[in-house]
């Protein structure tokens, strides 16, 4: 058996220490009962931010957005599909840049759509523009090694 994995609940904000080899298992959070993973991306705001991607062993994949962006808007099906497919492998999340501002402007955020890849609250890759399902699986196994 493996050392557990941190994993912040995307409901309530508990740590929840699951086996690695139990991520696919549709584990529950130990406060709220409710799925770890939902096969959707998280919204974060400046509430939650910190709780969700600033914790936890998972890295933590943020799609900077805004509702006005056209390839946002092209870009959002093929996010919320990868979060169905690659979840748990890591965190799918959303941040609304007009929303959430400060969040924009913590992460220096120039352009949208920006993706953004965290590891313990830490940047580890960026990547700007749309991606098509295969350029963003690209993106996340290059990024992981």
Do not use: Y
């Not at 093929?78 to 007009?98: N, S």
């Amino acid at each position: 058996m493996t050392t557990p994995l941190s994993v912040p609940c995307p409901h309530c904000g508990a740590l929840n220490r699951v086996p690695a080899e139990r991520l696919g298992e549709q584990p529950v959070c130990g406060r709220c009962k409710q799925h770890l993973f939902q096969g959707h991306p998280i919204d974060l705001t400046a509430t939650n931010f910190d709780t969700i991607a600033g914790r936890g062993d998972l890295p933590v994949l943020i799609d900077f957005w805004a509702t006005w962006c056209g390839p946002c808007q092209s870009f959002a099906p093929t996010f919320t599909h990868a979060a169905r497919t690659m979840e748990p492998r890591l965190r799918f999340a959303k941040v609304d840049t007009d929303a959430q501002p400060t969040l924009a402007q913590r992460f220096a955020i120039r352009s949208i759509p920006t993706l953004l890849l965290l590891r313990g609250g830490k940047e580890i890759a960026r990547q700007a523009g749309a991606l098509s399902a295969g350029q963003l699986r690209q993106f996340v196994d290059s990024a992981l090694r």
